[in-house]
């Protein structure tokens, strides 16, 4: 394939990191973009000289050849997009999450499948070069068997967009997606888990109103990822103050690895071995990752014939997690986790 006519869907907040780092990639040609708000599309249009603009999604994919639609929607129009897309045997990379309900993201990646296509989605934190480096470091044996480890990430919380606080929004949905991902990806998938998931704090001002809060906003997961080793993450819109000296720790039986940032935006790795007997720093340039170029990512290995490092399994595999803490938590029950993804191939794919 020379140059992938890419084509998206949502003119919102996200779509002016995503469009910046579609146009600046030499594979992409942005063929379309689409926003039932006509204005949001065509100041698009105007501001990154794409050609055709569209206020109804039916109309863009029955009117221009695609070949990756990027899906920057609000959550609830995630599935329903991505199927139509899918459908007419175009790939699709969504931002989180790709569906809202497992059912869905089972028939998404169906359907992909049947039409060979890719159903990816974000986040794409297994792209930064300090997740690829502490990736190398484990599989290499070098700080022994990983263990354990930690992820932590949250923020005071958004005071806007009152659907946060509600049912089916959630820190959880939000932000525990990017520590969730990168900790499968490290350690392999998951096979249960244990959690809490309360709301801290029972209103807020949201938008200008009192708001009362019906979703988490304070959670913790433990992940059991089979042969003996955990991880814990934390999460939340309770988190006003956070240290990022480190935000994400492997610690195995011959060393340890923290993650200095956050996952989506990571500034380096400290290492320590019982062989050096000390931190040492490393990978502190991001080198051309940036959270919002999983789309340009997966549409130049479609240029290039290349397989992604990342799986459309492994954002349902997510999801799983995530519905499966919320019932967790509510039951205080252990709950099984029945999915999977090529974790052996997304190592592999990394270390080649
Ligand atoms: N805002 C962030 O910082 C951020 C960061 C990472 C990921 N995300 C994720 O990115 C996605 C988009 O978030 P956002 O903050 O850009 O939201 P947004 O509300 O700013 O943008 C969503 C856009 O989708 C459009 N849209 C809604 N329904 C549509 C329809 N039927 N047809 C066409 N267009 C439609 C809206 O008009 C809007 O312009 C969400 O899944 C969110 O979780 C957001």
């Avoid at 995630?78 to 993201?105: M, Q, R, Y």
């Avoid at 520590?179 to 809490?196: D, E, F, H, K």
């Avoid at 819109?237 to 000296?245: G, P």
């Avoid at 062989?275 to 130049?300: C, F, L, P, R």
Wanted: charged share 20%.
């Amino acid at each position: 394939m020379s140059k992938v006519r890419v084509a998206v869907v949502g003119c919102g907040s996200v779509s002016h990191s995503y469009l910046p780092q579609l146009k600046k990639s030499a594979s992409v040609d942005v063929v379309a973009v689409c926003d039932n708000q006509i204005e949001r599309a065509k100041k698009h249009a105007d501001e990154f000289g794409v050609n055709a603009y569209f206020d109804d999604i039916d109309k863009m994919l029955g009117e221009v050849k695609i070949d990756l639609m990027v899906n920057l929607t609000s959550m609830n129009m995630h599935a329903p997009f991505n199927k139509k897309a899918l459908e007419k045997g175009i790939n699709v990379w969504c931002e989180k999450p790709i569906a809202t309900n497992l059912s869905d993201a089972y028939e998404l990646l169906d359907i992909a499948k049947q039409k060979g296509v890719g159903m990816w989605g974000a986040p794409c934190t297994l792209l930064s070069p300090q997740y690829k480096q502490m990736s190398k470091i484990i599989s290499s044996g070098q700080i022994g068997k990983a263990c354990t480890a930690h992820g932590l990430y949250g923020w005071e919380g958004p005071s806007w967009g009152q659907w946060f606080y509600k049912k089916g929004g959630g820190a959880l949905f939000d932000l525990g997606i990017y520590n969730i991902t990168t900790l499968t990806g490290l350690l392999g998938p998951v096979q249960s888990v244990v959690a809490m998931a309360e709301a801290a704090i029972p209103e807020r001002i949201v938008d200008g109103e009192l708001t009362k809060v019906e979703a988490d906003d304070n959670t913790a997961i433990i992940m059991d990822h089979g042969n003996g080793v955990m991880s814990v993450v934390q999460t939340g819109f309770v988190y006003k103050h956070q240290m990022d000296d480190w935000t994400i720790q492997v610690i195995g039986t011959e060393g340890t690895l923290a993650m200095e940032g956050y996952d989506w935006d990571p500034k380096g790795v400290r290492v320590f071995t019982s062989e050096s007997g000390k931190w040492d720093t490393i990978a502190q340039d991001q080198g051309d990752y940036h959270w919002a170029g999983g789309a340009t990512y997966v549409a130049e290995c479609m240029a290039a014939g290349k397989q992604p490092i990342f799986y459309g399994e492994h954002a349902l595999h997510a999801l799983e997690i995530m519905v499966a803490t919320l019932k967790a938590a509510e039951t205080g029950r252990r709950v099984k986790i029945e999915s999977t993804f090529p974790w052996a191939e997304h190592v592999a794919g990394i270390t080649k």
